[in-house]
């Protein structure tokens, strides 16, 4: 390496020295040849490393023919290194079908791999992947093939990082004539390094293809990319790159506005380019709302916030590059990093900027070079399904946007250092069967987490009839929040500041089938669908063919009319639903103007909370008969919330009754009557109900249908035929496998094999959300492990199941508007809610707290359940939060509560010494706390946990004594991990001092002493 002084520093007395080198000096390259007959045996050796499937796909001495016997299509090269030894050897192949794989891929953006002709044209396209109603302009190939194939690529296991780039250089110069390499791997192939340098090709739409395919441009190896800052005299290269852009006038005023250096707010577009072509551009602003995204997203996860001014974070308003250069996003990110002097760079997608129909502005082509970043949950966060902005107006049925939603986005990050992260591309296909919670967390973690963690999944894909819950427009949702409840994650505000269909690959239709043999899925009207790992997580729901089938089964006769479903008979299962029972309502009453029968048949949460916002939506009490059936099915689990709370049950009972809502308990529908009205549809005339030997026959215009929760019968029949095996539910065992290895299940439609004798463990009794995720870590354990060492897997026995304790720990949550206009809450431990736990709540082991409709249930002095109801909203969020915390946490809670110090729970939590608590990172300071107590100091030999072990031990695990409990104490205060407790506490405040203002720490005291020191108050003059 060469030495270099600086200027001023004198050779004897230098400190500081500069060393410079040549690149090829560390990284030599590699000498590379046509492979001839004396390689044989080196050949044979290096691709023998890599596996027998060569010799099993084209035989023993399929390497000896090609050497012997070249031809003019295929050519074999070899890498030699500084030392003379082959380190590699690739086999390249013009032959290729390029129509089957126009076919099958998206290729169009590379011309279809085929040169450009003089006479090319260009057609308009009606019908694209996003929307049949968008135009877009793409080339129609009509030329030679322009592209090679990557047949074979192995090297030697202490394979270098730049070895493949230098292979790849020279398989281009042994064809000059061609700019495209092409190569297929099948979907469930290892990460390989080289394929860092290729851009994958997406399937068409309703495509399917045994394997996937990457493609690779002689300039992104064999010329020089730069990036530079964008001149005025840019604008008509620029023009051509956005020729095919639908939203090119946006891209380009905002590049006239950049440009333009007498604008006062500062904006700046950097271009990229190859040989004088242009490339791409990208367009920037400094962003000015710094502390809006730090107090709304989890920032601090990825860069110091605390270290980085604020003119260093920018925000990106367009990004737009050619499609075979996205493989080097994190190269320009670098570049425009370095070249703008901005250390955080922010993208905000906007809801209505995902789909063609509705952006303003084009979807950056970067976005998976970017890390999602997961929102904060605010302290003012406000009752998840009171809408403010809802409008009381004549018909009661309009609604407004809120503004609020417009400052609510999807944040991606990125810096130069993210951005030159190693990233890990898994291809394998996973298909995930059912839009519940319990499916969405699943494919969230999947699809967000993993991505945090620089490892992306390329082929996941949804089906579901309605696609992802929430994620539809605005006033849509403000609708659907009515008619039905907040489980604890979901909602139309959470969709907006997270994205999920960036990484979705969304199929809207219902499985048919499942072929256990070929492995796809049918989807009705849709086509096959291959997986290489299918997850189950239909869940159950309140079917129409379920009521339809029993009354059915009563009857001898059945005409044409009965064969259908009726279309005034509803159900409630998600958004979508709620929605269309909401525009049926609408319709059926006349924009809630003329009078009409509408029935609702359950008891359940779900039918009390549709009951409620229909009511409040505009229709009138009068108008609605609640019919209460005799059998508790549908009490089961925790949809029936309140159903053990006598006081909750009361209120709502009384608050439905005074209403006007006419009320049969304990009567059952047996039979209805159907006719076909003017428009052909199949309607409900009239319904007849039984208690005991009573029967009555009512006029009925709509039918809500919440009496039970059951599977349905599509998904049911593919089930029985695909051979899973089907106990009632879908059986699994504990890692959520079927009798299928290549088939996960999980949530409500699940249930464990019988020899494990765990009905009480059954995934209905836990959060689905919590669940979804468990099974997403416990399927990519399964993929990383195929994808690291896939000759390992057939040598793996097969391992004896155990089913273990289960450590769900996420409570249930439930809230909603009910009857009378009750806020409603409800928040318990997880896990199947028996007779015998229910009575307890009565007796010594719990304390019962009550005050205008707040209950706090507590188990050991510890918060495991709470009820709350109030005509006023308050923050849910809030009281989700005090799960699981020990009252003395609570400041006293008990104590205060039993010497009348508390009057009001709501104004209580909400002053100032509870905002620590109520903070969104203060279980990551409970969980520090946690590993400090279970740890060992250097002081005692015995760490605190071992002592109160022994202490229990000694006790015969009965109550402490006075005595031992002093000496445990005595033994606490003071010693290090009181110290090291009280430490982690005051970084916490220190850490959040702009959000917990109201705590005084060290930097503030020893503000308070200057001022104290300084002030004219406190000295004489």
Request: charged share 25%.
């Amino acid at each position: 390496m060469t030495k270099v002084l600086a200027k001023t520093d004198v050779r004897d007395i230098a400190l500081q020295f500069l060393y410079l080198t040549n690149r090829h000096r560390l990284r030599p390259k590699l000498k590379i040849r046509r492979v001839v007959e004396e390689d044989n045996d080196d050949v044979i050796a290096i691709i023998d490393g890599e596996g027998t499937h060569l010799k099993e796909l084209y035989g023993e001495y399929c390497i000896s023919e090609m050497i012997r016997h070249p031809s003019s299509c295929r050519q074999l090269i070899i890498g030699e290194d500084t030392n003379g030894s082959a380190v590699g050897v690739m086999c390249l192949n013009t032959t290729i079908d390029i129509d089957l794989l126009n076919e099958n891929f998206e290729l169009m953006p590379y011309n279809g791999l085929k040169k450009s002709r003089e006479n090319d044209r260009t057609v308009g396209r009606n019908k694209t992947m996003q929307s049949q109603f968008v135009h877009h302009v793409f080339p129609t190939p009509d030329g030679e093939i322009n592209a090679f194939v990557l047949e074979m690529f192995a090297t030697r296991d202490e394979m270098r990082p730049h070895w493949s780039h230098d292979f790849l250089e020279a398989a281009f110069n042994c064809f000059p004539h061609l700019e495209y390499c092409a190569i297929l791997l099948p979907f469930s192939h290892p990460c390989h390094q080289f394929l860092q340098h290729f851009v994958r090709v997406p399937l068409r739409c309703n495509r399917d293809f045994p394997m996937t395919v990457y493609v690779l441009h002689r300039a992104v190896v064999c010329e020089e990319l730069t990036c530079r800052r964008a001149r005025t005299q840019d604008r008509e290269a620029i023009e051509r790159l956005l020729f095919t852009t639908s939203t090119k006038r946006e891209v380009l005023a905002d590049f006239d506005f950049a440009v333009n250096p007498l604008q006062a707010v500062q904006r700046d577009c950097f271009v990229f380019e190859s040989n004088d072509t242009m490339l791409g551009l990208a367009i920037l602003c400094t962003e000015r709302q710094v502390n809006f995204v730090t107090n709304h997203y989890h920032i601090e996860d990825y860069v110091s916030v605390q270290s980085i001014p604020q003119n260093d974070y920018g925000r990106l308003l367009h990004f737009v590059l050619m499609p075979i250069f996205s493989a080097y996003h994190r190269f320009f990110f670098c570049e425009i990093a370095r070249l703008s002097e901005l250390t955080v760079i922010f993208y905000r997608l906007h809801h209505k900027d995902e789909t063609v129909l509705t952006w303003i502005y084009p979807l950056v082509s970067c976005l998976n070079d970017m890390i999602p970043v997961d929102p904060r949950r605010q302290a003012e966060y406000e009752f998840p399904i009171v809408q403010q902005n809802f409008n009381s107006c004549e018909n009661n049925t309009k609604c407004e946007r809120n503004d609020v939603a417009n400052d609510e986005f999807s944040l991606f990050i990125t810096s130069p250092r993210i951005a030159m992260m190693p990233r890990t591309i898994i291809d394998t296909r996973i298909v995930i069967v059912g839009a519940s919670d319990c499916g969405i967390a699943f494919a969230e973690y999947l699809a967000l987490r993993l991505t945090q963690r620089y490892t992306q999944l390329t082929n996941l894909t949804l089906i579901s009839p309605h696609g992802i819950p929430f994620d539809n427009e605005s006033g849509r949702s403000n609708y659907c929040e009515y008619l039905f409840p907040f489980r604890g994650r979901f909602h139309s505000g959470y969709r907006r500041c997270v994205v999920a269909r960036t990484w979705l690959n969304i199929i809207y239709g219902t499985m048919a089938a499942i072929n256990r043999r070929e492995k796809y899925v049918t989807v009705m009207n849709q086509g096959n669908f291959a997986y290489d790992y299918l997850v189950l997580a239909c869940g159950l729901q309140y079917q129409n063919s379920t009521l339809w089938e029993k009354i059915k089964m009563k009857k001898k006769e059945r005409n044409k009319v009965q064969n259908q479903t009726p279309w005034n008979c509803l159900t409630v299962n998600n958004d979508t639903e709620a929605f269309t029972c909401f525009r049926k309502i609408r319709w059926l009453t006349g924009d809630f103007k003329k009078r009409k029968a509408i029935f609702f048949y359950g008891r359940n949460i779900d039918c009390y909370c549709t009951l409620g916002g229909l009511i409040k939506l505009g229709v009138k009490p009068s108008w609605i008969t609640l019919i209460e059936p005799s059998s508790f099915n549908s009490c089961k689990t925790h949809n029936q919330a309140f159903f053990h709370n006598y006081e909750v049950n009361k209120v709502v009972t009384n608050a439905i009754l005074q209403s006007g809502v006419q009320v049969f308990s304990e009567w059952t529908v047996i039979d209805w009557t159907l006719m076909e009205n003017d428009d052909a549809k199949i309607m409900i005339k009239s319904i007849t109900i039984k208690k005991v030997e009573e029967k009555k026959k009512l006029t009925c215009d709509a039918l809500f249908n919440f009496y039970e929760k059951t599977i349905d019968l599509n998904t049911f029949l593919a089930f029985c035929r695909a051979g899973l095996i089907f106990d009632g539910s879908l059986v699994i065992d504990p890692e959520y496998r079927t009798n299928d290895p290549f088939i996960f299940a999980a949530g409500t439609v699940t249930k464990y094999s019988r020899k494990f004798y765990a009905d009480v463990w059954q995934h209905k009794y836990y959060n689905s959300m919590e669940i979804g995720e468990r099974l997403a870590q416990i399927l990519w354990k399964v993929i990383e492990w195929n994808v690291q060492v896939p000759e390992q897997i057939s040598k793996k026995k097969e391992k004896i199941m155990h089913l273990t304790s289960l450590t769900f720990r996420a409570p249930i949550i439930t809230a909603c508007i009910l009857p009378g206009d009750y806020h409603y809450l409800h928040v318990c431990k997880p896990g199947k809610a028996t007779w015998d736990n229910t009575t307890k709540l009565n007796h010594n082991h719990y304390v019962i707290v009550a005050l205008t409709l707040i209950f706090f249930f507590m188990q050991e002095n510890v918060f495991v359940t709470g009820s709350c109801e109030s005509e006023i909203t308050f923050r849910v969020q809030d009281m989700i939060v005090l799960y699981g915390k020990h009252e003395s946490m609570l400041n006293e809670l008990k104590f205060r509560f039993r010497n009348s110090e508390v009057s009001d729970f709501y104004a209580y939590f909400r002053e100032p010494w509870a905002a620590v608590i109520l903070h969104d990172r203060f279980d990551c300071l409970r969980v520090e706390n946690r590993a400090t107590l279970l740890s060992r100091t250097d002081i005692y030999d015995n760490s605190l946990v071992d002592d109160c072990i022994h202490t229990l031990i000694k006790s015969k695990w009965k109550t402490i004594s006075k005595k031992d409990r002093n000496y445990i104490e005595s033994r606490y205060a003071g010693s290090a991990y009181h110290q090291e407790l009280e430490s982690n506490l005051m970084k916490f405040l220190e850490f959040y001092e702009n959000e917990l203002p109201m705590y005084c720490t060290l930097r503030k005291q020893r503000q308070m002493y200057m001022d104290i020191k300084e002030s004219p108050l406190y000295f004489d003059q």
